[in-house]
Antibody, heavy 119, light 106 residues
Framework: QVQLQESGPGLVKPSETLSLTCAVS?????????WGWIRQPPGKGLEWIGS???????YYNPSLKSRVTISVDTSKNQFSLKLSSVTAADTAVYYC????????????WGQGTLVTVSS | SYELTQPLSVSVALGQTARITCGGN??????VHWYQQKPGQAPVLVIY???NRPSGIPERFSGSNSGNTATLTISRAQAGDEADYYC?????????FGTGTKVTVL
């Protein structure tokens, strides 16, 4: 059973960098698939942030690309998100999930973690 | 950038059929995926590549895609189907989500 678990600070100050990690169990990241981040502001819809392959190949949402870095650590079977220069508009539930880019949807998701941007 | 438009809400009587549309320019040429999201929970993939159901998803959920509209159909609607539903496509190396539809079972 594939499981994903997000972790990281629940509160980030404006202008600082949001950092989250997604730990994967039940499947080796090195075996394939793309691994992505999706967010959902309170009461709003889903927004894809970006996805990464185990080789380090990435795709990013153009609207966030200048502020986003997604990396992978195959030795720990986890991948991470960094979002810089955050504002209140970045307050959201952040999900990590697994996909076959272009050919499939996100079939396994983490439970999500709420990150609030506030001083 | 590519946009996907969904109705804000759809109501369906218990046991009847709900149809949720997802509009996009020539969406029929793309693979469409659908998610169900209940309050406080992560989304669940209910249809992938237009009309395929993941393991564990009831046959009551079906999908179609043609022209400028993709459709998720929920047959014999149950109270447990009440949720938000999102469509999704891959376009120009970007994942795009629809605006979301709230389904109410009456």
């Amino acid at each position: 059973q594939v499981q994903l678990q997000e972790s990281g600070p629940g509160l980030v100050k404006p202008s600082e960098t949001l950092s989250l990690t997604c730990a994967v169990s039940g499947y080796s990241i090195s075996s394939g698939y793309y691994w992505g981040w999706i967010r959902q502001p309170p009461g709003k819809g889903l927004e894809w942030i970006g996805s990464i392959y185990h080789s380090g190949s990435t795709y990013y949402n153009p609207s966030l690309k200048s502020r986003v870095t997604i990396s992978v650590d195959t030795s720990k079977n986890q991948f991470s998100l960094k979002l810089s220069s955050v504002t209140a508009a970045d307050t959201a539930v952040y999900y990590c999930a697994r996909t076959i880019v272009g050919a499939s949807g996100f079939d396994y998701w983490g439970q999500g973690t709420l990150v609030t941007v506030s001083s | 950038s590519y946009e996907l438009t969904q109705p804000l809400s759809v109501s369906v009587a218990l046991g009847q059929t709900a149809r949720i549309t997802c509009g996009g320019n020539n969406i029929g040429s793309k693979n469409v995926h659908w998610y169900q999201q209940k309050p406080g929970q992560a989304p669940v993939l209910v249809i992938y590549r237009d009309s395929n159901r993941p393991s564990g998803i009831p046959e009551r959920f079906s999908g179609s895609n043609s022209g400028n509209t993709a459709t998720l159909t929920i047959s014999r609607a149950q109270a447990g189907d009440e949720a938000d539903y999102y469509c999704q496509v891959w376009d120009s190396s970007t994942y795009v989500f629809g605006t979301g539809t709230k389904v109410t079972v009456l």
